[in-house]
């Protein structure tokens, strides 16, 4: 689940996540194949996360100060 998702990819609880890692989780689901943390998959996952972020902030469902930063994925562990 999330919990284990959070651990896995950012390496902390679910429950201390930023906005900008709950767009990068919530970009996963939706084409895992192609946008689960890799070097092969980081464009597609970028712009996915991007995606979420500006759908969410929209909405209001997150604070977000503009779209994400790559500094986020660069954190992601990626499954090589």
């Known amino acids: 689940g999330?919990?284990?998702a959070s651990y896995a990819y950012f390496g902390h609880s679910a429950r201390d996540l930023s906005a900008?890692?709950?767009?990068?989780l919530l970009a996963v689901p939706q084409a895992p194949g192609k946008r689960a943390p890799s070097s092969a998959n980081r464009v597609r996952l970028t712009a996915g996360r991007d995606f979420v972020a500006g759908r969410l902030a929209e909405?209001?469902?997150?604070?977000l100060?503009?779209?994400p930063s790559d500094e986020v994925l660069a954190r992601v562990r990626a499954r090589e």
């Not at 900008?20 to 990068?24: A, G, L, P």
């Not at 909405?59 to 604070?63: D, I, R």
């Open 65 to 67: 100060g503009g779209l």
């Open 2 to 4: 999330v919990e284990g």
């Open 20 to 24: 900008e890692e709950i767009s990068v």
């Open 59 to 63: 909405s209001g469902a997150l604070p």
